[in-house]
């Protein structure tokens, strides 16, 4: 009777034991490697009005100021006490004015012909890659350098001179997403599931507390 029992106890646990496995360790798991997940913890980016993200909508230059300006606090550097720039495009009362000060002000973002802002256009890969490694700080990497990180990757020729510096980094640092045979993909569109791809990445290496140098100047764009 008593190794009936015995036996009967452990059939008992073993068979208890995926559920407390199922249960509670790998839904978090899954949480904290989830990239839309992450970056709407960290507040970085937002849902729509009816609660869904939608990955697969593009970035604008607006929506790229403002996730900057949230991802690299650059709301807090002595850059943005100086005077308020005209934007002929981006008047006092469009939702993401003070953002796009801010990123104007902190060399971050550049404006166009005639001090235009263009809020409303959508970015490209390598544009939107080019200014998150701006924020993050580009790697001044020799030429030879940038050549041997970017050759692994099959469409590294269609990488616009200007951005491949800064492309370099975020490669280097492994916060590009790309397909499975290393395409990056510079002249698509950039959708917010690649945006969020990018910040999951930098969230998970700077962690909450990191400190964010003051940038160097920023790289020409097109």
Known sequence: MRRFLSVLTLVTLIQSFPVVVSAQ?????KQSSDPIQM?????WMTNYPDNKFYPERIISRADLASIMVKAFRLDKRQATS????????????????????????????????????????RVTRAEALAIFAQAYGVFQFPDET?????????????????????????????FVNTDTQGNIYPLKPMTRGDMAYVLSKYLQRQGQDAEIPDAPPA???P
Not at 25 to 29: E, K, L, M
Not at 146 to 174: F, Q
């Open 82 to 121: 100086k005077e308020n720039i005209v934007v002929p495009d981006v008047p006092p009362s469009h939702p993401a004015y003070k953002d796009i000060q801010t990123v104007l002000k902190t060399d971050i973002m550049r404006g166009y012909r005639g001090n235009l802002f263009f809020p409303n256009q």
């Open 25 to 29: 360790v790998q839904p978090q798991a």
């Open 39 to 43: 970056v709407l913890a960290a507040n």
């Open 219 to 221: 790289p020409p764009q």
């Open 146 to 174: 940038v050549n041997e990180i970017l050759a692994p990757h099959p469409d590294a020729a269609s990488i616009p001179p200007w951005a491949r510096k800064a492309i370099a980094t975020v490669v280097a640092e492994a």
